[in-house]
């Protein structure tokens, strides 16, 4: 005898647990389903206790089946599978194309997202879904399109596309009324905005300082983020001098947010850039039209 319909546990606990056992992680099914990795956990367990059994295993690192979890996934998934389809149907193609990009979180909140806006408006039809992560994510595996990279050549993949390289200058908002910085002593009494993030050298004032041949520079004070846009974001609310990437503060150095700030000599040097990578040998027509898109904002960028 089959349970009542009021009986059965919401679609949503059940989508949730499908989700996890067709990656075997939370944290894909987290993304598939565009939920925190804590929102699919709760609907699991929430999903359990309406069952009143166990349907997985949480290991280190690795979630298994118990024989209950396994059933009901066989049934579950063949189920909603046959529901997506039918669902498709009836519902009949949006017209809209969805393209997923990645990009580290420094590129999409001051270079990517400020330019997004037209693209989306000369292409009404594309859709596009912007994941902000700085780990290397594998793009086929993870069903991801493109990927904006950073690091040197070497350490790009087979078929990495360059976009443009990084310099970096003193920049700050202009109630701070700084222009130029020519010794130690400019620096007494304003604060300084440092990142803390992935050590990278060119980054650091420190690194900075060596490039003037200045030693023993006493600044009012530091303030540290571990996020690069946070530090930006920090510069443009003239809370202190910071070390722009030129690529990523161009924008605001352009319509006046940020102001460029001279120094007696270049700062350090570095061979990063940014790269382009696609998943597929044959990109589908809307992935090269972003492509296209980003190779325009790329070179506006190198001139």
Known sequence: MSLPLVRLPSLDLVRGFVAVGRRMSVTLAARDLCLTQSA????????????????????????????????????????????????????????????????????????????LGAFLQAHPDIEVRVSANDRAVDLAAEGIDLAIRYGAREAMPRGAEYLFGESVLPVAHPSLRVKALASPADLEHHTLLQFDGPYRPWLQWGEWFASQGWDEVRPKAVLRFNQYDQLVHAAVAGQGIALGRRPLVAAMLADGRLRAISAPRPGPTTDYAYWLLHAHPEPAPEVVHVMRWIRDEAALVRE
């Open 40 to 115: 699919v956990s709760r609907q699991v367990q929430a999903l359990e206790d309406a069952l009143g059994v166990k349907l997985l295993v949480r290991g280190y690192r690795s979630i298994a089946f118990t024989p209950e979890g396994e059933r009901l996934f066989r049934a579950a998934d063949g189920a909603l599978a046959q529901l997506q389809d039918v669902i498709h149907a009836v519902k009949g193609p949006s017209g809209r194309r969805l393209v997923t990009l990645t990009s580290t979180a420094g590129l999409t909140g001051l270079w990517l997202i400020e330019r």
